[in-house]
T-cell receptor, first 112, second 117 residues
């Protein structure tokens, strides 16, 4: 079935460091891809999305490019801030139920 | 505030008991999804309702049930609770019946944290 694999965390970075969180997927058809972020004590918020191959989603300095040839949707940010500390989830639309399928999440901690 | 309201925020109960979690979707949204988030399983899809009708079931136990009412709010009922049911339960809403297009995204509530002792 459709699935999402994310790099295991936690990831600890210093402020202003470069961030990459890897995400690969397995899917039939042509899913849309998403990154959601969960700040401590809160629900998930949509960070960015891409709906077709080679699309680049971007928001708040984060970017991810839908790569069909490598079935990947890696999240990147050039300079992280302490306020970016959160859990990041990669997701795709798929499955027989037409719902969002999530990766296990990657916890990011940014130190000042 | 995402516009999706979940109550209660926290709930502590004992094994064997029954609880009801409530969700009010964002204004105008017709679809409600329930997800369970636990440390070992991650985010698991439980069930999807659209405009009062069940649309899809995921990894929902038989001890769990849900419904969506005419005013579009939804309730998730968990019965014969076990220690392993301790988790965060999220409700999410969207406008359309399916989320296959990226134009239709899920908006999540803040979750209900259930602790079973």
């Amino acid at each position: 079935g459709d699935s999402v694999t994310q790099m295991e965390g936690p990831v600890t970075l210093s402020e202003e460091a470069f961030l990459t969180i890897n995400c690969t997927y397995t899917a039939t058809g042509y899913p849309s891809l998403f990154w959601y972020v969960q700040y401590p004590g809160e629900g998930l918020q949509l960070l960015l999305k891409a709906t077709k191959a080679d699309d680049k989603g971007s928001n708040k300095g984060f970017e991810a490019t839908y790569r069909k040839e490598t079935t990947s949707f890696h999240l990147e940010k050039g300079s992280v801030q302490v306020s970016d500390s959160a859990v990041y989830f990669c997701a795709l639309t798929g499955g027989s139920q037409g719902n969002l399928i999530f990766g296990k999440g990657t916890k990011l901690s940014v130190k000042p | 505030d995402s516009g999706v309201t979940q109550t209660p925020k926290h709930l502590i109960t004992a094994t064997g008991q029954r609880v009801t979690l409530r969700c009010s979707p964002r204004s105008g949204d017709l679809s409600v999804y329930w997800y369970q988030q636990s440390l070992d399983q991650g985010l698991q899809f439980l069930i999807h309702y659209y405009n009062g009708e069940e649309r899809a079931k995921g990894n929902i136990l038989e001890r769990f049930s849900a419904q969506q009412f005419p005013d579009l709010h939804s309730e998730l009922n968990l019965s014969s609770l076990e220690l392993g049911d301790s988790a965060l339960y999220f409700c999410a809403s969207s406008y359309a019946i399916e989320i296959n297009s990226g134009a239709n995204v899920l908006t999540f509530g803040a979750g209900s944290r259930l602790t079973v002792l």
